[in-house]
């Protein structure tokens, strides 16, 4: 079946060192049909209490010209053996919106993830953010903060790891991160995207990292698609050659599990379906 892997970060991203080539010949050796580039632009700095982190965060500051050149080039240089997308992975905040408007719209984007990493001018993946409240407390911020970004920037086609926070918590998720306790809020976001006429993207990195659920968790995937929400991506969110397509397989039967029969990639900011039809390849993706 078609298998397509459509949120990757090469050394374009602050995060990652891999040449975008060898993520390519990985993908092509693991017989994808698609992938997308989705390099990562978190343009507000969060303040992190001055830690020396601090002074990082400006790699994730995307130089989109140069990203832009060698993803064409090879393209073209694949075209043929597998189809290549140019995306961007935007990291959003209400403070950023007018700039994150201008790099949506300022580049001829395949495919754009919007995503929340930054919280109240921390970055959850530091336990400042955590120390600013009760892990409750604080994951229930996410997906406030998550609802206040949709609401001030929404030229995305979908919705990025939406709990992505939960990774993170000291201590772990178990017990804290439960669907109900935020079902309200999580319900106001998935109703803006199906309103909106925006997606959500199933994030196999949490399969990657040992969690039993994907970003989104089995509940919400089925919360959307019991309010009407249709369009889904995958995505590994790989940032190096070998996570490239890992867990994709889960990926889609868990899709399937949770009512969905199609999953989309996007090119020119427009979706295109393709069935899920399982078991797909038993290669090991
Ligand atoms: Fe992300």
Redo the contacts with the bound molecule.
């Keep these: 079946m078609y298998l397509t892997d459509v949120h990757m970060h090469s050394s374009f991203s602050g995060d990652s060192e891999e040449p975008m080539e060898n993520m390519i010949l990985k993908a092509i050796d693991l017989g994808l049909s698609e992938i997308c580039f989705t390099e990562h632009e978190d343009r507000i700095l969060p303040v992190n209490s001055g830690r020396k982190e601090e002074l990082d965060f400006r790699c994730f500051w995307l130089d989109v010209p140069p990203y832009m050149e060698r993803l064409m080039k090879l393209r073209d240089k694949y075209s043929g053996r597998i189809k290549v997308g140019f995306g961007i992975?935007i990291g959003m905040d209400p403070e950023g919106a007018d700039h994150n408007y201008a790099v949506a719209s300022g580049y001829p984007f395949d495919f754009i993830i919007g995503?929340t990493?930054y919280v109240d001018g921390y970055d959850v993946y530091y336990k400042d953010y955590w120390k600013q409240g009760s892990p409750e407390v604080q994951m229930g911020r996410y997906f406030e903060r998550t609802l206040e970004n949709i609401r001030s920037f929404n030229d995305f086609d979908v919705l990025?790891?939406i709990d992505?926070a939960a990774r993170y918590i000291p201590g772990g998720h178990e017990g804290v991160y439960t669907f109900d306790r935020y079902k309200e809020v999580i319900d106001g976001i998935l109703t803006f995207l199906i309103e909106n006429g925006k997606g959500l993207e199933i994030n196999t990195k949490a399969l990657r990292v040992g969690m039993k659920e994907p970003h989104p968790s089995r509940d919400i995937l089925r919360r959307y698609r019991e309010l009407g929400g249709s369009v889904i991506t995958i995505g590994s969110?790989a940032h190096s050659a070998g996570e490239v397509g890992t867990f994709i397989r889960d990926a889609l039967i868990i899709l399937k599990e949770c009512g969905f029969s199609e999953y989309m990639t996007f090119s020119g900011r427009r979706f295109s379906a393709h069935k899920i039809e399982l078991p797909c390849s038993e290669k090991d993706i």
Excluded: A, N, Q
């Design positions: 992975e995503s990493h990025g790891h992505f969110d």
